[in-house]
Structures are given as C-alpha cells and as structure tokens.
C-alpha cells in the first residue's frame, strides 16, 4: 500500500464558549500532535460544511 510523504491530517469541529458568545472553528491535527485552528462558524453544521467542501483544498494549498 503507497504512503503519502505528507499524511493528511485529522479534521474536527470544535466550540468555544466565552460569557457572553460562542463559535464553532475546524481544528485540524496533524500526526505529530500539532494543532491549528481554522475559520469562525455560526453552528457546527458550518463547520462541517467546511470540512466537506474546503478541507482539501485548504490541505492542496498547503502543499499536503
């Protein structure tokens, strides 16, 4: 089975509440532990829709 030299990385939608808002973002993990946060959504079906329609090519732009 071929490997890729860049393996592609985890994608999942995250909250954050603070006191007074709250917003959804893609956390992307890579496999050696590094996290990066992505975008600011309105519900985690956004964030989703994100992941679905974007994450490859956020993932191409990046050269992976």
Excluded: C, N
């Excluded at 893609?26 to 994450?55: C, L, P």
């Excluded at 993932?59 to 992976?64: A, T």
């Amino acid at each position: 089975m071929p490997t890729s030299k860049f393996p592609r990385p985890i994608f999942k939608p995250r909250e954050i509440k603070l006191a007074d808002t709250h917003h959804w973002y893609v956390e992307v993990e890579w496999d050696d532990g590094t996290i990066e946060e992505i975008g600011q959504f309105q519900s985690i079906a956004e964030a989703w829709d994100w992941i679905a329609r974007h994450s490859r090519t956020w993932l191409e732009e990046r050269g992976g």
